[in-house]
């Protein structure tokens, strides 16, 4: 399938994604979220970009388009490659057609499937008579539901030896795909999780509750959730999962850098190796919208550095001088109990590890491997969080 035709598949795809956050506005009893305006917004802009490329491809012209648009591209792309042979008893299969499996030559060999087979013995045809794989679609993002991006599985460099002695030493980690929170979690979506649970927040969230559930003034409405300790934290990703039929908490700590620094490289800052004031919230007096500053990391994470300290399901200790787990991180298939969920009968407090730094902070703690640990059970002005869904 030609370049154009992958375009206008992408289209179609992209306007029934609009068409769905459209008719998602119009449900009675729901306002509509800052976040899904952004979304709104986002694939409108997307829209231009493919049809002025189609346009341009038509007049003999090759266009680069930004990096997601090209992903998502890759995929459709993917999808139109044939399936690889496979073997049974050293005899190569062709792909099922129309239920049938062709072989060429005898079959030695038992098969296993979920479905009923009859196998002949001279010219050999394999009939499988289970149900045809389907493509479940996933559920639509719900109003309140935080938007996302997937980082796909692969290597990454975590940590640094030109830090603090705790962010060394650097090393290779291979991560599996997961998805991310493309903002921190916004006030607006907190106050949902109020209003249907009865909870209650932190004065220091920075708005007045008259009573609970009662949302923060307008201005404040897109801005990011302080004043919530880590305990609350996954109290709400424990929620929203309940909300949504998808599995969210935490992210890790590596989860959280790879996503800010990409695969590529070890840069210090999402967006490269030089500290530039126009991208991040730093060295002031109060948090901005979470979109106020253009996307920073390689994945088009926004505020990974600044605005907030974020939350991360990694343990630092139970003293706050010293850490219980130190670098390199684990491999993918073992365990530390770094990430371990707390335990409430624990006699002693505990630190988890936050990353991003804050408003009121200076490059040298809005590095990509920069760490701070503080104590679960402690709500603060500068703390926040974003959400990771497994996959």
């Not at 030695?108 to 008579?129: C, L």
């Not at 500053?293 to 907030?308: I, K, L």
Request: aromatic content about 8%; hydrophobic content about 30%.
């Amino acid at each position: 399938m030609s370049r154009q035709d992958d375009i206008k598949r992408l289209i179609i795809t992209y306007n029934q994604r609009l068409q769905k956050f459209k008719e998602q506005q119009t449900l009675p009893g729901l306002d509509t979220a800052p976040a899904t305006l952004i979304e709104i917004e986002d694939i409108e802009t997307k829209l231009e970009s493919l049809k002025t490329t189609l346009e341009n491809l038509q007049s003999g012209l090759e266009p680069d388009l930004p990096a997601e648009i090209e992903q998502e591209l890759a995929h459709l792309a993917a999808e139109e490659q044939p399936r690889q042979q496979t073997q049974i008893g050293g005899v190569n299969i062709a792909d099922i057609s129309g239920g049938t499996i062709n072989v060429q030559g005898n079959i030695d060999a038992s098969i296993k499937a979920e479905g009923d087979i009859v196998a002949g013995n001279k010219e050999t045809h394999i009939h499988y008579h289970g149900a045809a794989e389907t493509k479940v679609p996933e559920k639509p993002r719900l109003p309140f539901e935080p938007e996302l991006v997937e980082i796909p599985a692969g290597d990454f460099i975590l940590g640094t030896d030109e830090g603090q002695a705790y962010e060394a030493p650097s090393h290779k980690i291979n991560l599996p795909t997961y998805k991310i929170g493309k903002f921190p979690v916004t006030n607006a979506q907190y106050v949902e999780f109020m209003k249907q649970t009865g909870a209650s927040i932190s004065p220091k969230a920075g708005w007045e509750l008259a009573r609970v559930g009662q949302a923060p003034p307008e201005v404040k409405l897109n801005h990011p959730l302080v004043g919530i300790s880590w305990d609350e934290a996954v109290t709400y990703c424990r929620w929203l999962s309940e909300q949504t039929g998808r599995d969210y908490r935490l992210p890790s700590e590596a989860e959280w850098e790879k996503a800010a620094r990409g695969p590529q490289d070890q840069r210090v800052y999402p967006w490269g190796q030089s500290w530039d004031d126009q991208r991040a919230n730093q060295n002031g007096r109060e948090t901005t919208p979470v979109d106020h500053y253009p996307a920073q990391s390689p994945y088009r994470c926004y505020d990974m550095v600044g605005n907030v300290w974020e939350w991360t399901g990694t343990i630092w200790g139970s003293e706050r001088a010293e850490p219980d787990f130190v670098y390199p991180y684990p491999a993918p298939n073992q365990t530390d109990g770094r990430e371990a969920p707390p335990t409430k009968q624990a006699l002693h407090r505990e630190y988890r590890l936050c990353r991003g730094g804050s408003f009121r902070d200076k490059p040298a703690r809005l590095r990509c491997s920069a760490r701070a640990r503080f104590a679960a059970d402690t709500p603060h002005v500068r703390r926040g969080f974003r959400v990771v869904q497994e996959q």
